[in-house]
């Protein structure tokens, strides 16, 4: 795990019987991203022996700050983080729980058989409805720690493992992602506040499978600027997955996402990428979010994740010093939406719905 002034990449996703969910009373990853030292600018470095993803480090474009309108809310900042939550001993655990060394991401598609579909589908299902109960707490007054604690105690209610836990030493067990957030956000002891919006971002490990999934959720009264960029990041996510299906090119998910964000002016992520998800957290192909040039299609019965990061502002994101959290450089709002998708022969069939 690096320090400050160092990146490591955060690409950063027998069963549960029935419908029955319990509510609580080889491709090292530090090669892909660096930051520039004593700035905190998160860069994205994808070798050609990756996925090629090489173009889009050429296709920045620059946004008139003046177009960012001045918000009166005030800038994120860091709380005190509570220990890490423990996990019953039953409980399965991936592989890299043992060690704070960030994994690599697997070679190659996470294609599945039918019992690989039969558990990715229960994973999926519980990672929506983990999500959905914590799209339920998000009120003025409650600490984003105080999320983290409820979707813990869901996930491990129903046998889960909640996938962040100790993932490169990540210390909780979902990510909670505050207005200028872009991604990765730790939960701590600061209180929503009328006006936030926050992304959840749920991951839970059930029976050796990985279901991945987040949403932007409103607190009280928000703006319609903020309500705006939400509803259109949710469209460039729908209108991906809508244009899913074996032999589409993934670079066509990319195209479809930044089009539709083109059309409002706003920015789009490029640094952090959907992924294969599977028997591993994070696994190829990588999957752009903006328009790229890059080869490969989509195989029946593989599974990866769609995510887009969208930004009123700038796109280019900073890090703080925790090395996780990760917010838009000059303040704007942002807004992150993602499902697990399995690719069949009609289309993408979303695993990580209710």
Known sequence: MAGSMCLQSRLVSSFVGGDRFIHPSHHPLHHLFRCFPGRNHVS???????SGLTDFLFNKSCRNLDQVSMSRRKPLRPGKVSPPRPVPAHIQRPPY?????????????????????????????????????????????????EIDEAVHQMIIDNGGYPSPL????????????????????IPDSRSLEDGDIINIDVTVYLNGYHGDTSATFFCGEVDDEAKKLVQVTKECMDKAISICGPGVEYKK??????????????????????????????AEP???????????????????????MITLGSYDPIMWDDNWTVVTE?????????????????????????
């Open 286 to 308: 990588v999957i752009q979010h903006c328009r790229n040039n890059e080869g490969g299609r989509m195989i029946l019965n593989q599974t990866f994740t769609i995510e887009p």
């Open 166 to 185: 100790g993932y490169g030493g990540f210390p909780k067990s979902v990510c909670t992602s505050v207005n200028e957030c872009i991604c990765h956000g």
């Open 44 to 50: 994205m470095q994808l070798p050609k022996t990756l």
């Open 330 to 354: 000059d303040g704007s709002l942002s807004a992150q939406f993602e499902h697990t998708i399995l690719i069949t022969r009609d289309g993408a069939d979303i695993l990580t719905q209710c």
């Open 97 to 145: 729980v043992k060690s704070r060394r960030p994994p690599e991401v697997a070679s190659g598609a996470e294609v599945h058989d039918e019992r690989g579909i039969e558990c990715m589908r229960a994973s999926g299902r519980l990672a929506a409805l983990v999500l959905e109960y914590a799209g339920t707490l998000v009120k003025p007054g409650v600490k984003t720690d």
């Open 253 to 282: 998910i990319g195209k479809t996402i930044h089009d539709h964000a083109d059309k409002f002016g706003y920015g789009v992520v490029r640094q952090f990428v959907g992924h294969g998800v599977g028997r591993v957290f994070h």
